[in-house]
């Protein structure tokens, strides 16, 4: 029976904490910070060169008291009290979101249904790779939102930018062996907790573009022969490719100060040297080209990654608006980010008559994992 169904995206949520840092005003704040001052010049150069405007951060890193507490050694207990602390909240309100709109489709679409999306979630998958806690940020979302208790629960950790992928591949498996349950998946990143402030200038950049926020997923399954009607994102397939001799692109390490992400200058390279074939070849194996790609959602994880893809793959700079979009509002919120591109895509798309909807938008979406690894999926907008 299963074979009958495809997996499709029911909703999609998205938000972040309160804090909004605008990124001159972080530029000239961490230049003058002591210790880094050696730095300053080079510092002001590659926040500007970001193309970021502004980050939303569970952490108000522009205060003396919050870099105080990131330059304190050994307090890695305390900055995963505090992904707890802000985690929580943040999670079960976007996925409270995700649930509403998730219902409100559906009642439109069936309108004499009574059935309670929260009974209906069979599996919750929970994608984070800037804390650990355990019980996870997972068990409390099911409290809160008063899911079934008797439901499957995935996490994944520290698959990066590509988590969300990974994690939507997750449910999309468990969505073809069950059709008629749904599944949600809640992808929340909280990198400011993990925040140094030293003289360590790689931790400075990596602390110029990353975000926090969170993004949610409610997904089900429907019939192949019904799959116009409902109007909905189907996956039609996923792609993992594990790029040879990368291991050094991205590194994710746990010390006691926190987590840490180490980016190798040769990371762009890699990805403009291997995006191309990798796509190229799972595109053929579904007899389709480069060219029959209607929608490209490509991660917006820094502008030398947004321009390597582009240039990798020959888009025009009105494939990739989403992205930079995005990057420019949001920074790069690790595996949130091809999720809020995602979801900004469908917004434009349900709100302009430029399309023939008559046949459905062929899409690609991807992200990059420490490997390193590239995660996708195909899928189509009716």
């Not at 230049?31 to 951060?57: A, P």
């Not at 009290?81 to 979101?97: G, I, M, N, Q, R």
């Not at 993992?240 to 926190?258: H, M, P, R």
């Amino acid at each position: 029976m299963s074979n009958q169904f495809l997996p499709i995206v029911e909703s999609i949520a998205t938000g972040t904490p309160q804090h909004t840092v605008y990124q001159a005003d972080a530029a000239r704040f961490v230049s003058e910070l002591y210790g880094v001052g050696q730095h300053q010049e080079r510092i002001e150069k590659i926040y500007k060169n970001t193309r970021i405007e502004n980050r939303h951060l569970a952490l108000d890193l522009l205060t003396d008291e919050v870099v105080d507490f990131c330059r304190q050694p050994s307090n890695i207990k305390q900055r995963m009290d505090l992904y707890a602390e802000h985690a929580v909240p943040l999670a079960t309100k976007v996925a409270s979101k995700a649930l509403a709109i998730a219902t409100a489709r559906n009642r439109q679409e069936r309108p004499n249904d009574t059935t309670k999306i929260e009974d209906e979630i069979g599996l919750i998958v929970f994608v984070t790779s800037t804390g650990f806690l355990a019980p996870g940020v997972d068990t409390k979302v099911i409290e809160h939102l008063g899911l079934r208790r008797n439901i499957a629960r995935i996490p994944v950790n520290f698959m990066g930018c590509a988590a969300a992928i990974t994690g939507l591949r997750v449910a999309c498996d468990y969505l073809r062996a069950y059709p008629h349950s749904k599944a949600l998946m809640v992808c929340l990143e909280l990198s400011s907790v993990n925040s140094s402030f030293g003289d360590n200038l790689n931790d400075i950049i990596i602390h110029s573009i990353f975000g926090d926020g969170c993004a949610a997923v409610v997904l089900g399954a429907r019939d192949i022969a019904n799959l116009a009607a409902a109007n909905r994102l189907v996956i039609r397939d996923n792609f993992s490719y594990l790029v040879e001799d990368t291991a050094d692109g991205i590194v994710l390490d746990v010390q006691a100060n926190g987590i840490t992400c180490q980016l190798s200058p040769q990371l762009p390279g890699y990805i403009e040297a291997g995006v191309d074939p990798i796509i190229t070849n799972f595109l053929s194996e579904h007899q389709l080209a480069k060219a029959d790609i209607d929608l490209w959602v490509v991660h917006p994880g820094g502008t030398r990654i947004i321009e390597k893809v582009q240039r990798s793959l020959g888009l025009t700079d009105e494939q990739v608006d989403d992205s930079w979009e995005i990057l420019r509002e949001y920074g790069n919120v690790l595996s949130c980010a091809v999720l809020f591109t995602l979801e900004r895509m469908l917004i434009r798309l349900d709100s302009s008559s430029h399309f023939d909807r008559t046949e459905p938008l062929t899409g690609v979406a991807f992200s990059f994992s420490p490997g390193v690894g590239i995660e996708g999926i195909l899928f189509e907008k009716y």
